[in-house]
Nanobody
Framework: QVQLVESGGGLVQAGGSLRLSCTAS????????MGWFRQAPGKEREFVAR????????SYGDSVKGRFTISRDNAKNSVYLQMNSLKVEDTAVYYC?????????WGQGTQVTVSS
């Protein structure tokens, strides 16, 4: 079983930046594509970004393309999300998971709140 713990969220003004981290325990995640997802109040959880096992291939949701960057450090069993030029509509709880996600791996997430 894998435990995923997200951190790095907080309150930031529009236009600011945050860097989220996701650290896995229980087993290595280096053999899995990893992803970031988010869920805003009253909305369905949505895909944000994903990264291949080696880190060379990434893809992003249309709403974050050009502003967010996903990366990973397999030696640290961790995945990161650099978020720049944040917008109010980026406010959500952010989660990491394998991609496609495994329902058993969802963690508590980390809250990101962007103020205007």
């Amino acid at each position: 079983q894998v435990q995923l713990v997200e951190s790095g969220g907080g309150l930031v003004q529009a236009g600011g930046s945050l860097r989220l981290s996701c650290t896995a325990s229980g087993r290595t995640v280096s053999s899995w594509t990893m992803g970031w997802f988010r869920q805003a109040p009253g909305k369905e959880r949505e895909f944000v970004a994903r990264i291949s096992t080696g880190g060379s291939i990434t893809s992003y949701g249309d709403s974050v393309k050009g502003r967010f960057t996903i990366s990973r450090d397999n030696a640290k069993n961790s995945v990161y999300l650099q978020m720049n030029s944040l917008k109010v509509e980026d406010t959500a709880v952010y989660y990491c998971n394998i991609h496609p996600p495994n329902v058993a791996f969802w963690g508590q997430g980390t809250q990101v709140t962007v103020s205007s």
